[in-house]
């Protein structure tokens, strides 16, 4: 399974457009990247999934290199509600195995 | 519409109990999955089920057993339970399938069920 780094920690404030990036350098040719967002006392909501380029639907971007080794979840204009713990997985989904690693604390001030 | 939902939301067991936790959807997926959340710590996989009939060993299945009893449930088993197995646990189900598609794979979670075991 491939190990993925992602910042601990990032702040930002309201209307701000947030980038967390996570380094995935083993990322096999299977693999997907794919993120979640977790609120206090709730399960994860899934937010984003891609394989390479770019990938955007209604609440964030995704973007992916061609070498695929890191990629970048963005977030246009937060707000206080976005302040949520966001994980970045890779793995082969079609295997189910997926690896939750230690996620990014977002914190969006006002 | 419930989605997923788990029973119980809370419990604290003593050394040596069993318990079971139980979890449903109603989404009609084929997949359905159960992790544990220590505090400060990501999800780790315990054990998932890809399809109706068949359950496989994720990343920490030791201490733990499976049922799908149904394409519906997906429960689990502490046989004795210890303080190590405190923790949050959370039931998921995807559509599942082999092509890779979001739509496939997003995982759908439930509330989760607080244990402590004393």
């Known amino acids: 399974l491939a190990k993925t780094t992602q910042p601990i920690s990032m702040d930002s404030y309201e209307g701000q457009e947030v980038n967390i990036t996570c380094s995935h350098n083993?990322?096999?040719?299977?693999?997907?990247i794919t993120w979640y967002q977790q609120f206090p006392s709730q399960g994860p909501r899934f937010i984003i999934q891609?394989?390479?380029t770019k990938v955007t639907n209604e609440v964030a971007s995704l973007f992916i290199p061609a070498d695929r080794k890191s990629s970048t979840l963005s977030l246009p204009r937060v707000s206080l509600s976005d302040t949520a713990v966001y994980y970045c997985?890779?793995?082969?989904?079609?295997?189910?195995?997926?690896?939750f690693g230690s996620g990014t604390q977002l914190t969006v001030l006002p | 519409n419930a989605g997923v939902t788990q029973t119980p939301k809370f419990q604290v067991l003593k050394t040596g109990q069993s318990m079971t936790l139980q979890c449903a959807q109603d989404?009609?997926?084929?997949?359905m999955y159960w992790y544990r959340q220590d505090p400060g710590m990501g999800l780790r996989l315990i054990y998932y089920?890809?399809?109706?009939?068949?359950?496989d060993k994720g990343e920490v299945p030791n201490g733990y057993n499976v049922s799908r009893l149904n394409k519906r449930e997906f429960s689990l088993r502490l046989e004795s339970a210890a303080p190590s197995q405190t923790s949050v646990y959370f039931c998921?189900?995807?559509?599942?399938?082999?092509?890779?598609?979001?739509?496939?794979?997003?995982?759908?979670f439930g509330p989760g069920t607080r244990l402590t075991v004393l």
């Open positions: 089920s890809a399809s109706e009939g068949t359950t």
């Open positions: 989404m009609n997926h084929n997949s």
């Open positions: 891609g394989y390479k």
């Open positions: 998921a189900s995807s559509v599942g399938g082999t092509s890779g598609s979001a739509v496939e794979n997003e995982q759908f």
């Open positions: 083993n990322i096999a040719t299977n693999d997907y």
């Open positions: 997985l890779v793995g082969d989904v079609r295997w189910r195995q997926l690896t």
